[in-house]
T-cell receptor
Framework: GAVVSQHPSRVICKSGTSVKIECRSL??????MFWYRQFPKQSLMLMAT?????????EQGVEKDKFLINHASLTLSTLTVTSAHPEDSSFYIC????????????FGPGTRLTVL | QKEVEQDPGPLSVPEGAIVSLNCTYS??????FMWYRQYSRKGPELLMY????GNKEDGRFTAQVDKSSKYISLFIRDSQPSDSATYLC?????????FGTGTSLTVIP
């Protein structure tokens, strides 16, 4: 299957700082990438859909000024958590849509964010 | 009504058992069906995908789609402790993805 990488895998930061998470599709081009948030033992919660070269589409209830998404190229999307607070601590997962017969989503390994 | 419904479990089976995981969906226009496996603290891993009614087999895994009943299943034969994970069904409409809540599976040695 196609490979999606995510960096960093784990980050601990102080409250009030900003954190950037990168998502890369390594062996395919992805015009569409997705950002999810997952709390322990809960399912994926879609935060936003990132389209290369255009503004991200945010799901209802997700603050776009807090979670900045940039999809600058066909292989890279970034999520920046601005002015992070402890309640932003979570597991953030990106995925990339593979344009093929089934349009599968391939997921990155996730980033665990802990805000102190 | 949610677009995709999945029993969260947890499901616990002995090693070697046949496991059946199921999802129902609401919209008959849904086209593509996928199953993901997620180990604890890891991203989901695509297991199988299909778009037609019927069965698709890959090793010990069989994905089944019944479009008339709007029901999809994943069967795991000869289950192993390494199959212990959360399994998510996913449906792509051609425009949007919908995920089930995931079923937590534990295979007991």
């Amino acid at each position: 299957g196609a490979v999606v990488s995510q960096h960093p895998s784990r980050v601990i930061c102080k409250s009030g700082t900003s954190v950037k998470i990168e998502c890369r599709s390594l062996d395919f081009q992805a015009t569409t990438m997705f950002w999810y948030r997952q709390f322990p033992k809960q399912s994926l919660m879609l935060m936003a859909t990132s389209n290369e070269g255009s503004k991200a589409t945010y799901e209802q209830g997700v603050e776009k000024d807090k979670f900045l998404i940039n999809h600058a190229s066909l292989t890279l999307s970034t999520l920046t958590v601005t002015s992070a607070h402890p309640e932003d601590s979570s597991f953030y997962i990106c995925s990339a849509k593979f344009v093929g017969p089934y349009n599968e989503q391939f997921f990155g390994p996730g980033t665990r964010l802990t805000v102190l | 009504q949610k677009e995709v419904e999945q029993d969260p479990g947890p499901l616990s089976v002995p090693e070697g058992a046949i496991v059946s995981l199921n999802c129902t969906y609401s919209n008959s226009a849904f086209q593509y069906f996928m199953w993901y496996r997620q180990y604890s603290r890891k991203g989901p891993e695509l297991l199988m995908y299909t778009y037609s009614s019927g069965n698709k087999e890959d090793g010990r895994f069989t994905a089944q789609v019944d479009k008339s009943s709007k029901y999809i299943s994943l069967f795991i034969r000869d289950s192993q402790p390494s199959d212990s994970a959360t399994y998510l069904c996913a449906i792509y409409t051609g425009n949007q993805f919908y995920f089930g809540t995931g079923t937590s599976l534990t295979v007991i040695p």
